[in-house]
């Protein structure tokens, strides 16, 4: 029969800077190593590791009331066994703040790839999204 493994080890950094005249930028560094094993048959395996590096800049307005007006920019470098890729695309949203602690964002991605760094980020994100942010 056929079996896999799949090893994966996850940093990342996102820093947010509050900036006057109702401002925000944000940012996110993300790498992950993503080691694979797949037994075929007769002890024969295949071995693949992939490092992934995700990049994002994200401005934010913050208009009077609750809402957020978000523009973001991205890019996903794509380390594999012999070849590499690199991937860019921008993303819209607009946030609308409940309370202190939850926010409700619907946007548009415009690139073909998430900036959650703990899902597949080869998947295909492109197109509309709901979004649902709360902190402790």
Do not use: C
Not at 53 to 77: C, D, I, K, S, V
Not at 106 to 118: C, V
Not at 120 to 132: C, T
Request: net charge neutral; glycine share 8%.
């Amino acid at each position: 029969g056929q079996s896999s493994v799949t090893d994966a080890h996850v940093a990342s950094l996102a820093p947010i800077v509050e900036l006057p005249m109702r401002l925000k930028l944000s940012g996110k560094v993300a790498w992950k190593r993503t080691a694979s094993e797949v037994e075929l048959m007769d002890a024969q395996s295949l071995d693949a590791v992939v490092h992934t590096w995700l990049w994002l800049l994200r401005a934010g307005y913050t208009l009077r009331g609750r809402w957020e007006l978000g523009a973001e920019y991205r890019f996903l470098y794509l380390d594999r066994p012999g070849a590499a890729e690199l991937r860019h695309g921008a993303l819209a949203e607009a946030t609308y703040r409940l309370n202190d602690r939850v926010w409700l964002g619907a946007g548009y991605n415009f690139s073909r790839f998430s900036d959650d760094e703990l899902a597949d980020l080869e998947r295909d994100s492109h197109g509309f999204f709901l979004r649902v942010v709360g902190r402790y």
